[in-house]
């Protein structure tokens, strides 16, 4: 069997990056993104939450909306802020997180980047490796511990 991709981060020694991220809520699930394997960027081979950089002059709640719509091909009726906050697990990225009501089923949703997409409960999570039902076989979770403390965030925030 072919090796499991490191989730290696590839950041700039710069200013730190800006991402907008966005975690869309089943219940008590999230929607994961298999990330591409291309090399040269975060997390290649990873699951994480949908999102990107957030542009020159945009605002993190419009880059949120922006890459939910082009990765995934969905538009939020609501985005609530989680959290704004460097990582300490991958330094050089600054991230503010929104979550919001994936009022869609998942098979609908037009995967544009990214290697698949799957609902996951904080457990499998936390279990740091997730199964992609496209690729058939387990990847690792980018972060770990900072998707757990977000999705705890989130899931607090939406009782």
């Given at each position: 069997p072919e090796p499991l991709p490191g989730c290696s981060v590839v950041t700039s020694k710069q200013k730190p990056k800006r991402v907008a991220l966005v975690l869309p809520l089943v219940g008590r699930r999230?929607?994961?993104?298999?990330?591409d394997m291309k090399p040269g960027i975060e997390a290649p081979g990873c699951w994480g939450f949908v999102g990107g950089s957030i542009a020159r002059g945009e605002s993190p709640r419009a880059a949120a909306a922006r890459e939910l719509w082009e990765e995934v091909g969905f538009k939020a009726a609501r985005l609530r802020r989680i959290s704004a906050e460097t990582l300490s697990e991958v330094p050089g990225i600054f991230s503010v997180a929104f979550c919001c009501e994936l009022t869609v089923p998942p098979p609908s949703l037009r995967l544009t980047e990214?290697?698949?997409?799957?609902?996951?409960?904080?457990?499998?999570?936390?279990?740091?490796?997730?199964?992609?039902?496209?690729?058939?076989?387990?990847?690792?979770?980018?972060?770990?511990?900072?998707?757990?403390?977000?999705?705890?965030?989130?899931?607090?925030?939406?009782?």
């Open positions: 999230v929607l994961m993104q298999l990330r990214g290697r698949d997409l799957r609902l996951a409960a904080l457990a499998q999570i936390s279990s740091g490796r997730l199964y992609s039902p496209k690729l058939k076989r387990a990847f690792p979770m980018a972060a770990r511990a900072y998707l757990e403390k977000t999705l705890r965030r989130a899931l607090k925030l939406t009782r």
